[in-house]
């Protein structure tokens, strides 16, 4: 799937990530290997690069307008990300938590990625498991 978008796009599959059912596919596997029947659908992420170049509009928009204090706290982190800040790995917890810095080295917000929760693949802390499987609490189920 790989090979016929990096010719469609005519980029590199470095800038390309695949998802099914919130399970990244990696590369040297077949679709076939994740349980990928010919109708259904998985998600095609691009580096902002590849986006920016193609001109796609941004996937991730959850708003139709986005609230002005949200607006700028996206532009303090972008901000932040541009001269140099990363994301830093919270000391405690279970799952994968991140203080976002702006370009003060302030601390302005905070992300959880869904995939890095308890039991999931991506669990940073060593807690790794299947994305919808058993997770700490009876009934809570991972992600």
């Given at each position: 799937?790989?090979?016929?978008?990096?010719?469609?796009?005519?980029?590199?599959?470095?800038?390309?990530?695949?998802?099914?059912?919130?399970?990244?596919?990696?590369?040297?596997?077949?679709?076939?290997?994740?349980?990928?029947?010919?109708?259904?659908?998985?998600?095609?992420?691009?580096?902002?690069?590849?986006?920016?170049?193609?001109?796609?509009?941004?996937?991730?928009?959850?708003?139709?307008?986005?609230?002005q204090?949200?607006?700028?706290?996206?532009?303090?982190?972008?901000?932040?990300?541009?001269?140099?800040?990363?994301?830093?790995?919270?000391?405690?917890?279970?799952?994968?938590?991140?203080?976002?810095?702006?370009?003060?080295?302030?601390?302005?917000?905070?992300?959880?990625?869904?995939d890095?929760?308890?039991?999931?693949?991506?669990?940073?802390?060593?807690?790794?498991?299947?994305?919808g499987?058993?997770?700490?609490?009876?009934?809570?189920?991972?992600?």
């Amino acid at each position: 799937m790989k090979q016929e978008l990096e010719q469609k796009l005519k980029t590199h599959h470095s800038n390309l990530r695949l998802f099914y059912k919130n399970i990244e596919l990696r590369n040297g596997r077949q679709l076939l290997d994740y349980d990928v029947r010919h109708k259904d659908c998985f998600v095609v992420k691009m580096t902002p690069q590849l986006e920016n170049s193609l001109g796609v509009a941004n996937p991730y928009r959850l708003f139709e307008q986005v609230p002005q204090e949200l607006q700028q706290l996206m532009e303090e982190v972008q901000s932040g990300f541009l001269n140099g800040a990363k994301p830093h790995l919270t000391d405690n917890g279970t799952s994968g938590t991140y203080f976002l810095e702006n370009n003060h080295r302030k601390n302005v917000g905070i992300f959880k990625p869904y995939d890095e929760e308890p039991f999931t693949p991506n669990n940073p802390r060593n807690f790794v498991g299947d994305l919808g499987g058993p997770g700490f609490r009876r009934g809570i189920l991972s992600g």
